[in-house]
């Protein structure tokens, strides 16, 4: 992705969590209820959802003359959203024991008062200042978008204003790390930030600067293990892997030892992979007779769909899939979350630089085999 999409990806995503069916690995369950009086819900079915442990899991409850209790476990605070009907979503943190109430009007949710929720001031608090720098954001893709259909074209400016505004959000994570080092929900903000959209130096830091309790809390425990994961790809790690390639049969990393290899995961589907694959073809036939290698790692789930996307992009350098899509063990073991994400090693095996984009990988590989 190029720096304006990275950061409209970053700042635009929603951490509302998906409403899908699952199932939980048990822990320590504790009961919390919800209870809502909302003008205008009438009979409609409330939908709960919320993600654990990388699952998505819901529930159900039947509301009754706007009316409507739920009562349910949890391992401690975790993001809950609530949909009544197809555009109306709330969303606020829930904690072991709670009693929370929701009153007001379902078509003002906004305005809704919710009471009992001890965690809810410090998701406030980042709501606002979250507001602020997505505001600034879409004041900047429409300067942007202005740019790209002027005759002068120059994005200088834009493109600083967005460093500038990633930036504001990196200082916003560490200033509520600071603030509410003991708060729940602060991990939770890492991980959305930090981690969903990997930032790794970011997210190891304000990991560090957690307390106890926070580390400790159901999204502190997933960021450590996420930062685990994180660090089995970091620079200088001697990454090791073994996948099919197309034809099924094993292709090691470690078989290629003694060249310097960039190690690609991309798919099919994934439109700026795809875009980002022409990079890839003038760094590959401008290296690979001096030592220059790419293992492309797909999460393509249909062996078709792969096979033709290699074929249409004149990839012609080495594959592998083991065609579990975003279920690929590989993907899971070294924590990736977004597409397209690389690694590049050198002659020894070891993690040189990450995520090369467009002309980057050329110029590193400049200095490689200088």
Known sequence: MNLKSLIKTALLAAVS???LAGTVTAQTQKPFTITGKLDGLADQMVLLSTQYKGQEIADSVQAKNGEFTYKGTTPGALFYGLRFGKNRFIGFPVDAGEKITITGNVDNLKEAEIKGAKHLPVWKEWGKAWSAITARAGVLYKISDSVSKSANKDRSYVDAEFEKLNQRLVDSVEVFVKKYPSSPMVPFIIIDRFINYPNPEKAKSTYAALAPAAKNSTYGLQLGE???IAAKTGIGVSPSFTLPDQNGK????ASLKGKVVLVDFWASWCVPCRKENPNLVKAYTKYHDKGFEIIGISLDDKKANWLKAIEADQLTWLHAS????WKS?????YGIKSIPTSFLVDAEGKIIAKDLRGDALEKKLETVFK
């Open 250 to 253: 094993p292709l090691s990393l």
């Open 226 to 228: 996420a930062l685990r």
């Open 329 to 333: 063990d590989l993907a899971a073991e």
């Open 322 to 325: 083991d065609l579990k899509g």
């Open 17 to 19: 969590p998906l409403i």
